[in-house]
């Protein structure tokens, strides 16, 4: 699964926690803050997947 894919999932999956939050669920907040978490480390790695293309790409040239 791709990267994005993940990021999509774990977003749909924080969007439905928040909602539970907002009702009233306190759980669902911890829930909510792990999967913010996951989006972080996912985020990161993305970012690092970019950086190592685009040094990849520069040496090629």
Do not use: C, P
Not at 6 to 18: C, F, H, P, T, V
Not at 20 to 49: C, D, H, M, P
């Amino acid at each position: 699964m791709s990267h994005i894919q993940n990021l999509e999932n774990e977003i749909a999956s924080l969007k439905e926690e928040m909602e539970k939050f907002e009702r009233g669920n306190k759980s669902a907040g911890t829930r909510a803050r792990k999967v913010l978490q996951n989006i972080k480390r996912i985020s990161q790695e993305i970012r690092v997947y970019i950086q190592t293309s685009k040094k990849a790409d520069t040496k090629k040239d």
